[in-house]
């Protein structure tokens, strides 16, 4: 069965860092794109970030460029996220998913605030 479980959210102070890990099982992990997304209450989930199976193809929302940085360990099955000049309207629920896998972990909460 698939699992993905998204760890390492929190409360940050404007300009903190974080760094976000997805642990990823159930499927070939090394075989699939993997991408960040997040989401805040009543809105749509925003794509944030995304990596392809062998970690190239990198790219990024605007609002995450220069900021965060996509990285992945095919040898642990795990993705991350490291976030850094954190801002308030970072905050969001960051969710990882597997390109073509139509499953979602729980995500964690980021919440950036003074």
């Known amino acids: 069965q698939v699992q993905l479980v998204e760890s390492g959210g929190g409360l940050v102070q404007p300009g903190g860092s974080l760094r976000l890990s997805c642990a990823a099982s159930g499927f070939t992990f090394s075989r699939y794109a993997m991408r960040w997304y997040r989401q805040t209450p009543g809105k749509e989930r925003e794509l944030v970030a995304a990596?392809?199976?062998?970690?190239?193809?990198?790219n990024y929302a605007d609002s995450a460029k220069g900021r965060f940085t996509v990285s992945r360990d095919n040898a642990k099955n795990t993705v991350y996220l490291q976030m850094n000049s954190l801002k308030p309207e970072d905050t969001a629920v960051y969710y990882c998913?597997?390109?073509?896998?139509?499953?979602w972990g729980q995500g964690t909460q980021v919440t950036v605030s003074p």
């Open positions: 998913k597997a390109v073509g896998i139509g499953y």
């Open positions: 990596s392809g199976s062998a970690g190239g193809s990198i």
